[in-house]
């Protein structure tokens, strides 16, 4: 069973960038999507982005396009989502998350998810 750990959230100006990064302990990612999820204050749940570990497809919210990239280190066992460009609207509580698959969308049927980390951007 895969138990995701996020980390690397924090504080930021706008503008600036953050690097989140994603391990598994228990078992390797290969053979699984995983992806980032978010949720603001008062806010629905929503989705960010999400790598199939085999075959490296990629999947991308609209508002996150050409400023987050997601990536996954086959030696290290961790996925990263690099943000940039950051914007207020961009803070959240990050969640990593993954289920067994090939195919990474923005609709997967998450079954494992981490604790969630904190990102907070700055006016």
């Known amino acids: 069973q895969v138990q995701p750990v996020e980390s690397g959230g924090g504080l930021v100006q706008a503008g600036g960038s953050l690097r989140l990064s994603c391990t598994a302990s228990g078992r390797t990612l290969n053979g699984y999507v995983v992806g980032w999820l978010r949720q603001a204050p008062g806010k629905e749940r929503e989705f960010v982005a999400s790598?199939?570990?085999?075959?490296?497809?990629?999947a991308y919210a609209d508002s996150v396009k050409g400023r987050f990239a997601i990536s996954s280190n086959n030696n290290e066992n961790t996925v990263y989502l690099q943000m940039n460009s950051l914007k207020p609207e961009d803070t959240a509580v990050y969640y990593c998350?993954?289920?067994?698959?090939?195919?990474?969308?923005?609709?997967?049927?998450?079954?494992?998810w981490g604790q969630g980390t904190q990102v907070s951007v700055s006016s």
């Open positions: 998350v993954a289920e067994r698959g090939f195919y990474a969308t923005a609709t997967n049927d998450w079954d494992y």
């Open positions: 790598i199939a570990w085999t075959g490296g497809g990629r």
